[in-house]
């Protein structure tokens, strides 16, 4: 959450600095707004899925080590 609060912060400045505009600027700010919520939005999922796909790995590497314990340990009694 601490990587966000810039982010955030700037969408804010963003936001008042778009409601004080003069007409002609009212559609720059606006689309900047537009791409950097866009931008972090994008950002996020993709982090979202890299965390999900480590997860995955990590477990299926716990399951193979202890596959490989309890194999050893059969073989160990025999």
């Given at each position: 959450m601490r990587r966000e609060w810039p982010f955030l912060a700037l969408a804010l400045v963003l936001l008042?600095?778009?409601l004080q505009a003069d007409a002609p600027e009212v559609w720059f700010w606006f689309i900047a707004l537009l791409v950097l919520l866009?931008?972090?939005t994008l950002n996020l999922r993709?982090?979202?899925r890299l965390r999900q796909m480590a997860e995955r790995r990590k477990k299926r590497v716990e399951a193979q080590k202890e596959e490989a314990r309890m194999h050893h340990q059969g073989r160990s009694a025999e």
């Open positions: 008042v600095v778009l866009t931008w972090r993709y982090r979202t």
